[in-house]
């Protein structure tokens, strides 16, 4: 995705002729960017021959995630909905894991029915309902315990998931209980050990950190783990400052681990696969002055984009069209909703604007379009997939009279 002159293409297609055809907000995926970056991750951590399970809950659009399929990759799953758009996507059972500290028997059941490779269990109450579920179904259940290795990640407080006040994985002691109890039970076969510590982690110190965490519980749990699941987190470079986790590192910290003990890695990352291959254009509906700034009044909303009103995350935001005019005012790029954290960004020094002009909100692939919503009664937005010069629709716009 890059301007050729003065215009914003995606791959070989100008994106404001995407905006006029398909009308906004408008969801737009590069397939080139999405083959690079998983074909990038796979060659980090070459070394280590892991098994990388896509996080679906950073986009769950089922063309994508055949894309994906596609590509090599399995899928790590949160609820029954994405278990099963996981396997309509074509993703084999062996593949997919499933992760999240309120699976309902239901959801369990329904794992187990499908034989998938993983429950990653994140109490001693899950563990029981596994077990008492595994034993109606007289089958024995692969799990593994994700544990909550009290590390601070160093990133957003609300997608911390490492710390001991997290509501995620269990303690070190509860950990080497549950290894004792399924040592003896006939229903449950403990194969994994599981942690994830957060998301948007761009530096190895957390990592680092988390590894050693783990040689302290299985030294002190003597127990050999076919799989260590090392969760994902790694994150990407919104600011376009050049910052990125340095992945090779990684590797070589996860090389040194494996040197002490033989067992397969198990990835789940979502954003370093999906975040930067999307975009969301919207165009331009009023440009209300104000004494020190002016409010760019967008047709997209946070229905559309969550993110900047739930984490205050920052997006980048770039015309479709450069000009060579600056403004001298403030703009602050804001949508319809009538919510003041109905904004996305504030900005100096860009160039003019006028109504009816398009933007583009950039890196949107991760946690765009799988947070959306219909607040306000909004129809959620329509998906493109772009490879080279064909386009595909992946999600069609919700019909307003549907919705009603």
């Not at 992760?99 to 187990?112: F, L, Q």
């Amino acid at each position: 995705m890059r301007y050729k002159k003065e215009n914003f293409f995606i791959e070989k297609v100008k994106a404001s002729i995407l905006a006029k055809k398909y009308s906004t907000p408008l969801y737009c995926y590069s397939y080139r960017k999405l083959n690079e970056n998983i074909n990038s991750f796979k060659r980090s951590f070459k070394s280590v021959n892991p098994l990388i399970c896509f996080s679906v809950k950073s986009n769950a659009n089922k063309l994508l995630l055949n894309e994906i399929r596609k590509l090599g990759l399995g899928a790590d799953v949160v609820s029954i909905g994405e278990l099963v758009r996981a396997l309509k996507a074509g993703i084999k059972p062996n593949k997919i894991v499933f992760s999240g500290v309120g699976k309902t028997s239901k959801e369990i059941n329904y794992a187990i029915q499908k034989k998938i490779l993983l429950i990653n269990a994140e109490s001693k109450s899950e563990v029981l309902e596994i077990e008492r579920l595994a034993k109606i179904k007289k089958r024995k259940v692969n799990i593994g315990i994700r544990l909550n290795p009290n590390t601070d990640a160093k990133t957003l407080s609300q997608i911390s998931t490492g710390k001991k006040e997290n509501k995620f994985g269990v303690s070190e002691k509860a950990f080497l209980d549950l290894i004792i109890y399924s040592k003896k039970s006939n229903f449950i076969n403990l194969k994994c050990l599981s942690v994830h510590i957060g998301s948007q982690i761009l530096n190895n110190k957390p990592y680092e950190k988390m590894l050693k965490v783990l040689e302290k519980i299985i030294h002190k749990s003597k127990f050999n783990f076919e799989y260590i699941d090392l969760g994902g987190g790694m994150g990407i470079d919104y600011d376009n400052n050049k910052k990125y986790l340095n992945l090779q590192k990684y590797s070589h910290q996860i090389n040194e681990f494996l040197k002490k003990y033989k067992t397969k890695i198990i990835f789940e990352p979502g954003r370093a696969i999906i975040g930067n291959t999307g975009i969301l254009i919207s165009q331009i509906i009023y440009i209300k002055e104000g004494d020190n700034k002016n409010f760019i009044i967008l047709d997209a909303a946070m229905n559309d984009l969550m993110r900047p009103a739930l984490y205050n995350a920052k997006h980048r935001i770039i015309p479709l069209k450069k000009t060579n005019t600056k403004s001298n005012k403030i703009y602050e790029f804001v949508g319809p909703i009538c919510e003041s954290t109905d904004k996305f960004l504030t900005q100096k020094k860009f160039q003019k604007l006028k109504e009816k002009d398009f933007v583009a909100i950039c890196d949107v692939g991760a946690y765009g379009m799988s947070l959306s919503s219909n607040y306000n009664l909004r129809p959620k937005a329509t998906e493109i997939l772009i490879k080279n010069s064909k386009i595909q629709i992946i999600y069609k716009r919700q019909n307003l009279k549907d919705l009603i």
